[in-house]
């Protein structure tokens, strides 16, 4: 049960609260004694961060009413089509 409208809940605030910060490419710390991993890991995580954003951004413009529209219509899709025997 929802507390909210599902049209006004989006796939970004779902998504935050399952992801709870963990990161979306995965990444680990490097080992602190290799000087090349950690410029690398400096740079993954910029590129970490513009991936988080990028899909909170297109997430946000999702609703839970949208995925529930959409899964309707598939199913009455997928009733509609014919059944090869």
Same mark, same amino acid.
């Given at each position: 049960? +929802?507390?909210? *409208?599902?049209?006004?809940?989006?796939?970004?605030? #779902?998504?935050? +609260?399952?992801?709870?910060?963990?990161?979306? +490419?995965?990444?680990?710390?490097?080992? *602190?004694?290799?000087?090349?991993? !950690?410029?690398?890991?400096?740079?993954l995580?910029? !590129?970490?961060?513009? #991936?988080?954003?990028?899909?909170?951004?297109?997430?946000?413009?999702?609703? !839970?009413?949208?995925?529930?529209?959409?899964?309707?219509?598939?199913?009455v899709?997928?009733?509609?089509a *014919?059944?090869?025997?």
């Amino acid at each position: 049960m +929802l507390t909210r *409208p599902a049209d006004s809940i989006t796939l970004a605030e #779902v998504w935050c +609260l399952v992801q709870a910060g963990d990161p979306v +490419l995965g990444l680990h710390g490097p080992n *602190p004694s290799c000087p090349v991993g !950690i410029d690398v890991q400096r740079a993954l995580v910029v !590129i970490e961060r513009q #991936v988080a954003d990028a899909v909170e951004t297109r997430l946000g413009t999702i609703t !839970i009413a949208d995925v529930l529209s959409d899964a309707a219509k598939s199913a009455v899709d997928s009733q509609a089509a *014919p059944h090869g025997n």
